[in-house]
């Protein structure tokens, strides 16, 4: 009965509140990693950014103006990561918060001996557990770049990797998966990574994904959707795992 009711209301937001033909195509336009989608999955995003649409609040910091087209342009990223999922990966939270440009981001963190310090730092984008995600929208539409780069899929992979607490790079794997190849594959792509960092070799994607697990899934997440074919040749056994979660093969996609 419950299924049947969301089906229901689901129906109804889509019916209600569709998004018009102009400002949809205007908006995906923009995104170089949704080319190769067939039809039917572009079908979905739609049905799926609307849906989001609904239920998130994108609010504006600093004077910033939200359009209609920046907000589609958000919810299309942040819905590619659950396009075979579901929305309900993104419950329990609300608001999207878009700063003009980079913004100051307080917090406080122990040292090696315990002592506590307040630092802060400009950034692009920020997720909290259980609260609102916050974006640069001079970032965001950096993605048009195609270089690998996408602050909106960082942020919202880490709100995936939050579904079962602090981000730590290990999201809560679907039933057919297996939590020990899953960390067979993160490990030692990690500890390989860190080491061609800390030695100042060429990496493929940001040098920021060695400040952690949870910023290495996060990057790499980035990198699978925006440039998947050298994801699957350097990372074979990460872009399987991701190709799990996901339940979308991009590389195929770019191949094809």
Not at 32 to 55: K, M
Not at 158 to 186: I, V
Request: charged share 20%.
């Amino acid at each position: 009965m419950a299924w049947n009711l969301t089906s229901w209301y689901r129906r109804r937001i889509l019916k209600n509140e569709s998004i018009p033909d102009d400002l949809w195509l205007k908006a995906i336009a923009r995104l170089r990693f949704l080319r190769g989608l067939t039809l039917d999955e572009i079908g979905r995003l739609r049905e799926h950014v609307t849906l989001f649409l609904h239920a998130k609040q994108i609010s504006s910091a600093h004077g910033l103006v939200v359009t209609d087209e920046m907000r589609v342009m958000i919810a299309a990223q942040a819905c590619i990561l659950i396009l075979n999922l579901d929305l309900d990966y993104y419950d329990g939270w609300v608001e999207i918060i878009l700063y003009p440009g980079e913004f100051i981001r307080d917090y406080e963190y122990v040292d090696e001996a315990g002592i506590v310090h307040h630092a802060n730092e400009a950034a692009s984008g920020e997720s909290w557990l259980g609260g609102p995600v916050i974006l640069s929208w001079e970032n965001t539409v950096a993605v048009e770049a195609g270089v690998g780069y996408n602050v909106v899929i960082h942020e919202f992979a880490h709100k995936l990797d939050m579904l079962n607490g602090d981000a730590n790079g290990f999201p809560p794997l679907h039933a057919d998966m297996s939590r020990q190849a899953w960390s067979d594959a993160f490990n030692r792509a990690y500890a390989r990574f860190c080491a061609s960092v800390d030695a100042d070799e060429a990496v493929i994607i940001d040098s920021y994904a060695a400040e952690n697990p949870a910023e290495f899934f996060a990057v790499v997440s980035e990198a699978f959707f925006e440039t998947p074919l050298p994801i699957k040749q350097h990372f074979p056994a990460v872009y399987e795992q991701l190709a799990l979660f996901y339940r979308q093969d991009p590389a195929q996609r770019w191949s094809g």
